[in-house]
């Protein structure tokens, strides 16, 4: 992070161990030679050892994503949860007490180091649990706002992805139209059933490996994708899946949340829009981030005809589920049940 004729992003790209030690002993920290990178790949993670021998976390955001006053919406948010003693894997605060620090056009921030393991198998005494923690999050999230951050909802998640695709000649001409077509018609879809639907702060990407289970205690991280939008987008990423166990896990789920707070089955209804507009949001991700060389080493897939072709076919399937009003119902044929890859972007099996 020396070179000042480079952009921020190419730095990002760049960072060395020695350029995350000297950011963090810039904000006032001693630090030991000590700098492990965690995987994320949205972000550059680092595990740090000060010079007190105990550990800390560093997270450098990717440049142009979040403005300042989006990242401090998210540092906010999780103030509160703190403050409210909801248990979040929190932010350490630098020596002069701010949570942000920018480094040649780098924002970065730490957190403190905090160990465990994401739940592998959710059972319903896990779901109630969680559902628990859920409520008390969202109880939180309501209580306060954020000016700044997305809005879940289609024109951010499905009609501003479209144009930049578009623009760019990402998808194949020979799939172009027909996966055009069926994102708007979700996009329209998902405006019809958003619409009236109460929205707050909310996590955005709460999945089981955005959670930590150390000592039978559960801890929220990874405030990253924190958006306002409707609550239900928290409990469908947690179960994903359409099979009459997974509706089941989702009873429980809401039976723990409804010790904190009121639930409204009916948004329920709203999964499957959602799931829409995550997996639409989550290709425009992929295309944008493809500089990356850890993203073509990761997703070796992306962008083949066959890739697309899948994507055109699973949106028009989207299409005609939302349509047919599928629903929770037990009579209902068994979807097949998408990855976590599909739909989580940082995700890792622990």
């Known amino acids: 992070m ?28 001693r630090c030991n030679p ?25 997270k450098f955001y990717r440049p142009q ?12 948010f999780m103030d509160d949860l703190e403050e409210a003693e909801v248990p979040i894997c929190r932010l350490r605060r630098f020596p002069d007490g701010a949570t942000l620090r920018c480094r040649e056009g780098i924002f970065y921030c730490l957190y403190d180091r905090f160990g465990g393991r994401a739940p592998q198998d959710i059972d319903h005494e896990l779901a109630e649990r969680i559902g628990m923690l859920l409520g008390r999050l969202h109880s939180v ?19 501003a992805n479209l144009k930049w695709l578009a623009e760019r000649g990402t998808i194949p001409r020979s799939l172009e139209g027909r996966y055009l077509d069926a994102a708007n018609t979700l996009a329209e879809l998902a405006d019809k059933c958003l619409q009236g639907v109460p929205v707050q702060r909310i996590h955005g ?14 801890h929220v991280l990874d405030f990253d994708d924190h958006v306002v939008g409707p609550v239900v987008q928290d409990f469908w990423l947690l179960l994903q899946g359409r099979d009459a ?11 723990g949340y409804e010790q904190f707070r ?26 944008r981030r493809w500089h990356d060389p850890a993203f073509p080493l990761t997703w070796p897939h992306f962008g083949t005809e066959t890739y697309w072709n899948e994507e055109v076919q699973d949106l028009e399937d989207m299409v005609r589920l ?14 097949p049940e998408l990855t976590n890859k599909d739909f989580f972007w940082d995700w890792e099996d622990r």
């Open 2 to 29: 020396t070179d000042r004729k480079e952009n921020p992003t190419d730095l990002f790209l760049s960072l060395t161990p020695e350029a995350v030690l000297a950011a963090v002993e810039d904000a006032g920290l």
């Open 34 to 58: 000590v700098c492990l990178p965690l995987n994320s790949y949205e972000n550059r993670v680092y595990d740090i050892e000060l010079e007190d021998e105990t550990r800390v976390v560093a």
């Open 65 to 76: 994503r979040w403005s300042r006053e989006q990242i401090l919406e998210e540092h906010r």
């Open 141 to 159: 999230g309501a209580a306060g706002t954020s000016e700044h951050r997305l809005r879940l909802d289609a024109n951010t998640y499905v009609r």
């Open 205 to 218: 990407d709460f999945h089981a490996g955005n959670l930590l289970l150390r000592d039978s205690v559960l």
């Open 245 to 255: 166990h997974t509706r089941q896990l989702m009873e429980s789920l809401i039976e």
């Open 262 to 287: 009121t639930f409204d089955r009916s948004t329920l209804q709203l999964i499957e829009p959602l799931r829409a507009l995550r997996r639409i949001h989550y290709t425009a991700w992929l295309a």
């Open 322 to 335: 939302i349509r047919s009003g599928h629903p929770a119902s037990p009579a209902a044929e068994p979807e």
